[in-house]
Each structure stands twice: as C-alpha cells, then as structure tokens.
C-alpha cells in the first residue's frame, strides 16, 4: 500500500528526498493499511531539534471504538540528528519547503518520503502541464505504432 502526494510535485520543485519513519498509533497504522490516509496540503516543520508532520489525514479505523485518533493530529517524523540539523539549516535559512511525498510500509513499517522543496510559480506550473501533456502524447503514439 503506498500513499502518494501528486500535488508536492505539482506545486513544487523538489531538490532531496529523505526517507524518515513516522510515529503512528495503533488504529492510524490500521487505517493506512486500509488505504485510508491523505497526504494532500500537509507538511512538516522542524520545532525544537526534532520534525513533526501537520495536517496529514488518517480516516478513523471503523473498528476502532474508543481507542480512535485524532485525523489530523500532529505526527513526528523519525531521522537522525546530522540529517535533521542540516534540513532544519535549509528549511530556516535557504526558504525551502519539507513536504511528504509517500507513505509507504518498508519491512513492515511506516516509512515516509519527505522532499526539501521550493515553489513554483504559475508560469512553471504550465511549464509542468505542457511537458506532461507532450509525454502522453508520445507514449500514445508510441503505442499505436508499434501495433500498426
């Protein structure tokens, strides 16, 4: 099961990847499993040495009773210290953005792909469209003429 964030990609350009663990509680992990999680309009921010992830949806679990989590509850994000530190340099003083682009089960765990970002603007953005829309066109016609 891999949740994915195809708005990050959109939105921003993004520079490196980091792949962190996340603190889930038991009905969270549950849920997710399911499928039933958003990556869309999260991200993360370094507080006090350490990163956390806000504004993540995790659907209840329907089984879940009493014991459920909050949806959009505030979540850390597990990395090393060196790696933290030197995100947290590009994040507070080169303006870049960290944003979740998977979440995905390595090995039986919660892992999360975390991107050092920086926006785009609208003029890319339609640069992004159009490059998108001149690959499906080749691969569309890649395809017919290998039938034909």
């Known amino acids: 099961m891999e949740i994915s964030n195809k708005k990050a990609t959109y939105d921003y350009f993004i520079e490196e990847t980091y792949e962190a663990g996340i603190v889930l509680k038991g009905t969270e992990i549950k849920s997710v499993r399911q499928g039933s999680a958003n990556l869309q309009d999260s991200y993360a921010i370094v507080k006090k040495g350490e990163i956390y992830l806000l504004n993540m949806f ?33 994040v507070n003083i080169e303006g870049y953005t960290l944003v979740p682009l998977k979440l995905y089960f390595k090995e039986n765990k919660a892992k999360i792909l975390l991107g050092i970002a920086k926006g785009k603007k609208n003029y890319d953005k339609r640069e992004t469209i159009k490059k998108r829309d001149l690959e499906r066109e080749a691969r569309k016609e890649a395809k017919y003429s290998v039938r034909g």
């Open 58 to 90: 995790i659907a209840p679990y329907d089984r879940g009773n009493q014991f459920n989590h909050n949806e959009r509850r505030t979540r850390k994000i597990l990395l090393h210290k060196r790696e933290i530190l030197k995100i947290a340099n590009r």
